[in-house]
């Protein structure tokens, strides 16, 4: 294979992109419910019936293809001949410091100003002249005010419409922020939601039938300067019992860590599953055909075939399959080897760079799984559920499905079983053959 060519097909199999449904990388992988259901029509169809703002909490495994989906449906609620409602798409990572914890103001304050972006930007006008004035300015006049520790040097700021990328990077700009709005939260969430009402009332007269508001990347919340429980712990408070103080006068959707689901306050959350290979053993168990013509779709359109064919040489057919099974229905997982298979300089593969390519991923999961998780794997790996009896197996489960050990599946009910790598580790081959013993 050409280097070139080899350059070109490297770049379209990034395993981290998300991609648009006008993207030709880009498959409806639900149009034969390889995942259960359709997901974009799930999540769309609760907004477009509802007469009231709505407020949706979804998740899923990093590399799910959720980002991907979220793409999907707010494309579908901007048609004009549809909903034609404006959609402001928040990405957390790039508005709030997802190293740390987490809280009401912030998440408010980034939504308030992405609305205002969006409308200002439909309007025609300049964002960063125009948000000068409005909403930040009053409300960072009323802060100063309030607390006068907001006129010293340290927490002053230049211009009052970045704020929100100023509590970003400021952490005690942040803490003193979140302290004064604390003692007056209902009064700051009261304001906001006035403020979302005009906003609402913008968006109609540009045409619209209003707003919905997607954050995604919040499930990408990570402990580093703060311990991750911290972390967690922040996203617990503020996400349970369905977010009752992120409930705005416009349709919210927000993406949240997929630990959480394991906490009996998440009730009412979309998970996104991986894609089905297999039955579920209670229906008979087998191979889902339908499970592996939709990933190897999602291969063929990224790598054609004659390509294919000259990556893995004479067994083509074969080492694809192994991918596939490989990857456990992982959409990232997969990718993420066709793209690593392009990095051998052997082209096609030999057998002992296909054996290596395969190993990898097992090594890099044996290094995230403790000794003391092989039990709580087994028992996953022969119920197929997600059973939690304690604290310690609490944490177990929300490393494992933080880290995509564990993976979700849906049939007519969803169902967990484990990375295929991580079936074949020896601590946890042993414990489930002791359990599967009569």
Same mark, same amino acid.
């Not at 030999?350 to 190993?359: A, G, P, Y």
């Given at each position: 294979?050409?280097?070139?060519?080899?350059?070109?097909?490297? &770049?379209?199999?990034?395993?981290?992109?998300?991609?648009? =449904? $006008?993207?030709?990388?880009?498959?409806?992988?639900? @149009?034969?419910?390889?995942?259960? +259901?359709?997901?974009?029509?799930?999540?769309?169809?609760?907004?477009?019936?509802?007469?009231?703002?709505?407020?949706?909490?979804?998740?899923?495994?990093? %590399?799910?293809?959720?980002?991907?989906?979220?793409?999907?449906?707010?494309?579908r609620?901007?048609?004009?001949?549809?909903?034609?409602?404006?959609? +402001?798409?928040?990405?957390?990572?790039?508005v709030?410091?997802?190293?740390? =914890?987490?809280?009401?103001?912030?998440?408010?304050?980034?939504?308030?100003?992405?609305?205002?972006?969006?409308?200002?930007?439909?309007?025609?006008?300049?964002?960063?002249?125009?948000?000068?004035?409005?909403?930040?300015?009053?409300?960072?006049?009323?802060?100063?005010?309030?607390?006068?520790?907001?006129?010293?040097a340290?927490?002053?700021?230049e211009?009052?419409?970045?704020?929100?990328?100023?509590?970003? #990077?400021?952490?005690?700009l942040?803490?003193?922020?979140?302290?004064?709005? %604390?003692?007056?939260?209902?009064?700051?969430?009261?304001?906001?939601?006035?403020?979302?009402?005009?906003?609402?009332?913008?968006a109609?007269?540009?045409?619209?039938?209003?707003?919905?508001?997607?954050?995604? $990347?919040?499930?990408?919340?990570?402990?580093?300067?703060?311990?991750?429980?911290?972390?967690?712990?922040?996203?617990?408070?503020?996400?349970s019992?369905? @977010?009752?103080? !992120?409930?705005?006068?416009?349709?919210?959707?927000?993406?949240?860590?997929?630990?959480?689901?394991?906490?009996?306050?998440?009730?009412?959350?979309?998970f996104?599953?991986?894609i089905?290979?297999?039955?579920?053993?209670?229906?008979?168990?087998?191979?889902?055909?339908?499970?592996?013509?939709?990933?190897?779709? !999602?291969?063929?359109?990224?790598? =054609?075939?004659?390509?294919?064919?000259e990556?893995?040489?004479p067994? #083509?057919?074969?080492?694809?399959?192994?991918?596939?099974?490989?990857? %456990?229905?992982?959409?990232?997982?997969?990718?993420?080897?066709?793209?690593?298979?392009?990095? $051998?300089?052997?082209?096609?593969l030999?057998?002992?760079?296909?054996?290596?390519?395969? &190993?990898e991923?097992?090594?890099?999961?044996?290094?995230?799984i =403790?000794?003391?998780?092989?039990?709580?794997?087994?028992?996953?790996?022969?119920?197929?559920?997600?059973?939690?009896?304690?604290?310690?197996?609490?944490?177990t489960?929300?490393?494992?499905? #933080?880290?995509?050990?564990?993976?979700?599946?849906? &049939?007519?009910?969803?169902?967990?079983?484990?990375?295929? $790598?991580?079936?074949?580790?020896?601590?946890?081959?042993?414990?489930?053959?002791?359990?599967?013993?009569?």
């Open positions: 294979m050409e280097k070139d060519r080899r350059r070109y097909l490297f &770049n379209r199999c990034k395993p981290d992109v998300a991609l648009r =449904p $006008s993207d030709d990388r880009y498959i409806d992988l639900d @149009a034969r419910r390889v995942r259960g +259901v359709d997901w974009v029509a799930r999540l769309a169809s609760r907004i477009e019936l509802s007469d009231t703002p709505t407020c949706q909490l979804f998740t899923g495994l990093p %590399g799910s293809g959720k980002s991907t989906e979220l793409l999907r449906l707010a494309e609620l901007e048609q004009r001949d549809g909903p034609n409602l404006l959609t +402001v798409f928040v990405s957390a990572e790039e709030l410091d997802l190293l740390a =914890p987490i809280d009401v103001p912030d998440i408010v304050l980034a939504v308030v100003a992405a609305c205002e972006r969006t409308l200002l930007e439909a309007e025609g006008k300049d964002p960063e002249t125009a948000m000068e004035s409005g909403y930040f300015a009053r409300l960072w006049t009323w802060l100063t005010r309030t607390d006068v520790t907001f006129t010293r340290e927490f002053s700021i211009k009052v419409g970045k704020l929100t990328a100023e509590l970003k #990077t400021r952490p005690n942040r803490q003193r922020f979140r302290e004064t709005i %604390g003692v007056h939260l209902n009064r700051f969430l009261a304001e906001v939601r006035d403020e979302l009402e005009v906003m609402q009332g913008r109609v007269a540009l045409g619209r039938t209003g707003l919905v508001v997607i954050v995604d $990347s919040l499930e990408k919340l990570r402990g580093t300067s703060t311990p991750w429980d911290h972390v967690f712990a922040s996203a617990e408070r503020v996400f019992d369905g @977010a009752p103080h !992120l409930q705005l006068p416009v349709h919210t959707l927000y993406t949240i860590p997929t630990a959480l689901v394991s906490r009996k306050r998440f009730a009412q959350v979309d996104i599953p991986m089905k290979l297999h039955q579920h053993p209670h229906d008979g168990g087998g191979r889902f055909e339908d499970g592996y013509d939709a990933a190897m779709q !999602l291969l063929l359109q990224r790598v =054609p075939e004659r390509d294919l064919a990556l893995f040489g067994d #083509t057919e074969a080492r694809v399959e192994q991918l596939i099974e490989w990857s %456990g229905g992982y959409p990232r997982e997969l990718v993420r080897l066709l793209h690593d298979s392009l990095l $051998s300089e052997s082209i096609p030999s057998d002992s760079d296909f054996r290596r390519l395969l &190993n991923v097992g090594d890099q999961y044996r290094k995230l =403790p000794a003391d998780a092989f039990a709580w794997l087994a028992r996953v790996a022969t119920e197929r559920y997600l059973t939690v009896d304690t604290e310690e197996q609490r944490q489960a929300d490393a494992m499905l #933080t880290h995509n050990v564990v993976l979700r599946y849906l &049939n007519d009910q969803d169902w967990f079983d484990l990375h295929p $790598s991580v079936r074949q580790i020896p601590g946890v081959a042993a414990e489930i053959e002791r359990l599967s013993r009569p």
